[in-house]
T-cell receptor, first 115, second 116 residues
Framework: KAGVTQTPRYLIKTRGQQVTLSCSPISGHRSVSWYQQTPGQGLQFLFE???????NKGNFPGRFSGRQFSNSRSEMNVSTLELGDSALYLC??????????????FGEGSRLTVL | AQTVTQSQPEMSVQEAETVTLSCTYDTSESNYYLFWYKQPPSRQMILVIR??????QNATENRFSVNFQKAAKSFSLKISDSQLGDTAMYFC?????????????FGKGTKLTVNP
């Protein structure tokens, strides 16, 4: 069974540009969540989607957005990039059947560098 | 809001020895999950062990075990017979059971190095 797949794995952007990151969950998983990992702030929750609906959102500016498609794949977008957006963006998926199971499976992440 | 604190930024241990990583958390919730995740260098994060707050018995997974003290809000991870492959960042995390969300609140992590 394939794991959580994130693309692209690495990317470099300049300030002011926008970026879209993609996440394909484990087959059968319906919940996808996103985290930002930086050396200074650690791991911070961005958003969570279940059945194409945003279930929860972290404390990030409106430049950060996401969505989930009917096949459970998810994308997140960051507009007007700032230097501080440089981070490893992690996606996690879970079955989320009948309530939270507490078992999240993480992808390898997309490492974004903003110059 | 929940917070998770890991007071040991870095630790090291000799191969085959035992090491304990500390974690404390703060919450007003009564039902929740606690986790330890492992993130090896440049590799994906994987779940090491999970504890459900309503269970008094400490969780164990092979060489990994926890000491869960609910009243003290403490959740430490013990790694027995440490192996070189245990070298990684270890994150303690909290998840509230209520509300249907699976949001994880992470600690800052402990970098563990296992020396040969």
């Amino acid at each position: 069974k394939a794991g959580v797949t994130q693309t692209p794995r690495y990317l470099i952007k300049t300030r002011g540009q926008q970026v879209t990151l993609s996440c394909s969950p484990i087959s059968g998983h319906r919940s996808v969540s996103w985290y930002q990992q930086t050396p200074g702030q650690g791991l911070q929750f961005l958003f969570e989607y279940f059945s194409e609906t945003q279930r929860n959102k972290g404390n990030f500016p409106g430049r950060f957005s996401g969505r989930q498609f009917s096949n459970s794949r998810s994308e997140m977008n960051v507009s007007t990039l700032e230097l501080g957006d440089s981070a490893l963006y992690l996606c996690a998926s879970s079955l989320m059947a009948g309530g939270n199971t507490g078992e999240l499976f993480f992808g390898e992440g997309s490492r974004l560098t903003v110059l | 809001a929940q917070t998770v604190t890991q007071s040991q930024p870095e630790m090291s241990v000799q191969e085959a020895e035992t090491v304990t990583l500390s974690c404390t958390y703060d919450t007003s919730e009564s039902n929740y999950y606690l986790f330890w995740y492992k993130q090896p260098p440049s590799r994906q994060m994987i779940l090491v062990i999970r504890q459900e707050a309503y269970k008094q018995q400490n969780a164990t997974e092979n060489r990994f075990s926890v000491n869960f003290q609910k009243a003290a809000k403490s959740f430490s991870l013990k790694i027995s017979d440490s192996q070189l492959g245990d070298t990684a960042m270890y994150f303690c995390a909290f998840m509230n059971v209520q509300g249907g969300s699976e949001k994880l609140v992470f600690g800052k992590g402990t970098k563990l190095t296992v020396n040969p």
